[in-house]
């Protein structure tokens, strides 16, 4: 089959009848985030797409079958084996890029001096994906190692979909399914839960039963994504959370300096893990005192998801330095594994003086419109796209260029007309979408104690715009059919 049909509806269907049915079922399940500026109590339904976007079933599988030799990578990496690869790397970009990566690099070597307690550590990651129409194979654009979204609402707009579908909204003049290909729901709201469980069973026997923390941004708007994980960990493994932002460790929780373990102030319960749902770009650090507390929570007995080595595995960079074969082999020794994510990489340059940073440079002069350059950032937004790279690079002081990647440009399919959701407004456009598998792994020096698949997200924007981040506002959490 080629793909699967897309619902013919009429604008006045789709604003008399689909809506409300959207804007009731999303509110009635928790599809919602805060709008900008919100108070209290003012909630939104979260950006989403009217139905779901077809997918090779093919590519799903792929991505989902490399998941476990990517968990298994990054943590070889932030075992910081070869010879302290992962730190000698880090530790020159350091010094390109003092204003952040620098910053924790600084902060990964005083917590080394002072001494890691826990020797688990728990890896709750997020591979995204373009699927390339050129090679039409799963090709990655980057893999994330800290604050990975959508875990919870991924599993409710699949659900969303599912119901409008088995609800007959999708062929209002039958009121039967439109589709009869399977609309997956993905797993990651119960799997991280699961994951973070896991963990908690692992930490050492403490007397009360502790606690897992969420260390949240100030104002965070996605906050119901988080929740939705919360539930799952109190319904399906009695566990509770606490949450608090960089600012509040001190104020919040306390440390026992002896034995380095964490303590939630108010009720005295002690924190096994801590989910980094912050901390991953330099405006999550307010003050000087978020950079002490990012210390405190570092060097405590607790398990961090990620901790700071963990979080540097993740950057743009070693991303880059990956794509090399002969390094990949350092960390991967299964060949099958090594030729799995081989064949999910594009070509990824450095712009330094090595040749293969010459041929960089070259590049991103001669066939700007190829490539994104990427500097070490999370989050969305901070990238430079094609024919703005020659100038922004310009721009900059050469010594500055070592701190960027160039990527190839993958080049997805675009997709046909989707319905993207946002607040009360609605736009019919082609979309591209971006797939995501959640991969979690609990490690320490010598042994993988949990390595699994944790569900998937698909993120889809206006086929117009350059970058897809929903927090971001430029794109929607999508489901997919498969085909
Ligand atoms: P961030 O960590 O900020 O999310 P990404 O590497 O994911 O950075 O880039 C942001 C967005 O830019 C992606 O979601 C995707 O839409 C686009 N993008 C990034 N790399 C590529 C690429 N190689 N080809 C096509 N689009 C890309
Ligand atoms: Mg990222
Ligand atoms: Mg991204």
């Not at 026997?205 to 939705?228: H, L, M, T, W």
């Amino acid at each position: 089959m080629d793909s699967v049909e897309t619902p013919n509806l009429s604008e006045d269907v789709i604003k008399k009848d689909l809506l409300p049915e959207i804007y009731q079922w999303s509110l009635s399940n928790g599809l919602i985030m805060y709008p900008p500026n919100f108070e209290l109590g003012t909630v939104s339904i979260a950006p989403t797409t009217l139905y779901p976007t077809p997918v090779p079933k093919r590519s799903f599988q792929d991505a989902i079958a490399v998941q476990k030799a990517y968990n298994e990578l990054y943590c070889n990496v932030s075992r910081d084996g070869n010879k302290n690869w992962l730190s000698n790397e880090s530790s020159k970009l350091a010094g390109f890029d003092s204003e952040f990566t620098g910053r924790l690099w600084e902060l990964y070597q005083k917590a080394s001096k002072q001494g890691y307690r826990q020797k688990l550590r728990l890896g709750v990651f997020r591979s995204d994906y373009l699927i390339d129409k050129r090679h039409d194979e799963i090709k990655q654009v980057e893999f994330n190692t800290i604050s990975v979204s959508f875990g919870g609402l991924s599993s409710k707009v699949g659900q969303l979909h599912n119901f409008l579908n088995d609800s007959g909204k999708y062929s209002p003049e039958k009121g039967l399914n439109f589709y009869s290909n399977e609309i997956p729901v993905s797993e990651s709201a119960i799997k991280i839960a699961d994951t973070l469980a896991t963990a908690v069973e692992h930490y050492s026997s403490c007397k009360q039963d502790p606690v897992v923390a969420f260390v949240v941004q100030d104002g965070e708007r996605n906050v119901f994504d988080q929740r939705i994980i919360e539930y799952n960990l109190l319904q399906r493994h009695g566990i509770q959370t606490v949450r608090f932002t960089l600012e509040q460790v001190k104020t919040h929780t306390f440390m026992d300096y002896n034995s380095k373990r964490l303590f939630w102030r108010k009720s005295g319960q002690e924190i096994a893990v801590i989910w980094f749902r912050s901390a991953y770009s330099p405006t999550d650090f307010k003050t000087e005192e978020s950079w002490e507390n990012r210390l405190i929570l570092e060097t405590s007995y607790a398990i961090k998801a990620p901790d700071l080595l963990m979080q540097l595995s993740g950057t743009k960079k070693i991303q880059q330095l990956l794509t090399n074969p002969e390094i990949l082999a350092q960390f991967v020794s299964d060949e099958t594994a090594r030729n799995q994510l081989l064949s999910t990489f594009v070509n990824i340059y450095p712009l330094d003086d090595s040749p293969l940073g010459i041929e960089g440079k070259r590049l991103a002069f001669e066939q700007p419109f190829n490539y994104v350059l990427k500097p070490q950032r999370e989050g969305g937004g901070n990238n430079i796209y094609k024919n703005e790279i020659p100038e922004a690079l310009r721009k900059m002081d050469k010594k500055d260029w070592a701190a960027y990647i160039l990527m190839e440009l993958i080049q997805p399919e675009p997709n046909r007309e989707n319905v993207i959701l946002r607040g009360s407004e609605y736009y019919k456009e082609p979309i591209l979408s971006e797939l995501g598998i959640f991969g979690c792994v609990l490690f320490d020096e010598s042994e993988i104690y949990y390595n699994q698949y944790s569900g998937w997200l698909l993120r889809s924007k206006f086929n117009s715009s350059n970058e897809g981040g929903v927090a971001a506002g430029f794109g929607c959490v999508d489901s997919l059919v498969l085909y």
